[in-house]
């Protein structure tokens, strides 16, 4: 076959599948659920290969047998337990797994939030408060600053809300409110683009009736 021919094909495969998924705005149908379940599979199919190429073999079989790092064996065994759940007798072998995974990974996200997010953002929310980098910026960080302290005393369910803490725990809303709204607008604005994306795929690339 041509190259014109094979780029066809793969365009009409494409945007065939891209109207499949389309049809669901129309009601579930066959359509819809082959290009479903082409997407899972083809995604864990991609992603099993991709796990055993770029962590078991070159993280964990090259360095042992090449580089004689034994001390790999450990994380090696701990994965295997991880197979134990299939088995109705030592499932209780991968708890082991799965609690180190989970306490490990407790402790470095932790660490990292509080370096990289928390100590940083707590310290130049402070500084900002005194204006030294002007009275638009001294403005907004005092509008940060208010934010998060009502936020934090929102969630604050030792005493009930009543009085100024009342008040303050009502402003926490407010801000609350705003920051659900943005987080919405940014997904709609987000799926908006991709959305049109694929009609500029369907009309231009694959049927040519737009330039």
Not at 49 to 72: A, R, Y
């Amino acid at each position: 076959m041509t190259p014109n021919l094979i780029q066809f094909l793969e365009l009409s495969v494409a945007g065939f599948l891209t109207l499949c998924i389309f049809s669901f705005l129309y009601k579930d149908n066959p359509f819809y659920r082959l290009a479903e379940h082409i997407y899972a599979g083809l995604s864990a199919g991609y992603y099993a290969g991709l796990i055993w190429h770029s962590v078991i073999v070159q993280q964990l079989w090259i360095p042992i047998t090449d580089e004689g790092k034994f001390v790999l064996i450990i994380p090696g065994i701990l994965g295997l337990l991880m197979f134990t759940r299939f088995s109705k007798n030592l499932t209780y072998l991968s708890r082991v797994s799965i609690a180190f995974v989970m306490g490990n990974t407790a402790g470095i996200t932790l660490m990292q939030q509080l370096h990289g997010y928390v100590l940083p953002q707590t310290r130049d929310t402070i500084a900002g408060l005194l204006g030294g980098d002007g009275t638009a910026a001294m403005i907004g960080a005092w509008v940060i600053f208010v934010g998060v302290v009502s936020t934090l005393i929102y969630f604050y369910f030792s005493k009930e809300h009543k009085g100024v803490l009342g008040v303050t725990a009502r402003i926490g809303i407010v801000f609350i409110m705003i920051s659900f709204g943005a987080h919405f607008g940014y997904t709609v604005m987000g799926r908006v683009s991709l959305l049109i994306g694929r009609f500029q795929f369907l009309m231009r690339d694959w049927l040519h009736l737009i330039n």
